[in-house]
């Protein structure tokens, strides 16, 4: 009998972990190209990842986003993100201006994204600029996908709890 419950105490212990483990934490790679609109370089192209907890608010975070790639000009500040709670939008770009805004004369970049943690996220703003005035990207034409990036710490998780059940049923 004491046995049993102390493998029920281990299971719903594994069972509590690996599901606080993915309850909020997304992680996806956006890739972008937009074309027209006076853009130079013409397509402007990029790929980023971010990794957010979807019931969190943030504010011009650096930390969890990475620029993969971009063939524009070099951002004048570090590449971030702002995600709201409230409308599931994630707005990404230099922090400069913050990772919601743009300003002109700068080298900055700023994309909107609608729906970011579900698996349908939708492009609704676009713009950037170069050193002069800022190009919206609504004159011009673009492409946008997602991917969502693996996450190791929940398959470490189960890993750990299947190694926990593993001990004690051998222990019996």
């Not at 956006?30 to 943030?58: A, H, I, K």
């Not at 995600?83 to 400069?96: A, E």
Request: with cysteine; proline share 4%; net charge negative.
């Amino acid at each position: 009998m004491y046995s049993i419950a102390r493998g029920a105490l281990a299971l719903a212990a594994c069972l509590m972990f690996a599901t606080a483990a993915e309850a909020a934490l997304i992680s996806k790679t956006f890739t972008f190209s937009w074309t027209g609109g006076g853009l130079v370089p013409d397509p402007l192209e990029g790929r980023f990842t971010v990794t957010w907890d979807n019931s969190l608010n943030y504010t011009d975070q650096t930390s969890g986003i990475t620029l993969d790639s971009f063939n524009g000009a070099a951002l004048g500040s570090p590449f971030g993100f702002t995600y709201q709670t409230g409308g599931d939008s994630l707005l990404v770009g230099g922090t400069q201006g913050g990772a919601n805004a743009i300003n002109a004369a700068t080298n900055d970049l700023h994309l909107t994204i609608f729906a970011a943690s579900t698996s349908a996220p939708m492009l609704a703003a676009f713009a950037y600029a170069n050193g002069g005035p800022f190009l919206l990207g609504v004159s011009g034409t673009g492409t946008f996908t997602s991917v969502d990036a693996p996450e190791p710490a929940s398959i470490a998780l189960l890993g750990a709890g299947l190694i926990g059940l593993a001990r004690v049923r051998r222990r019996r």
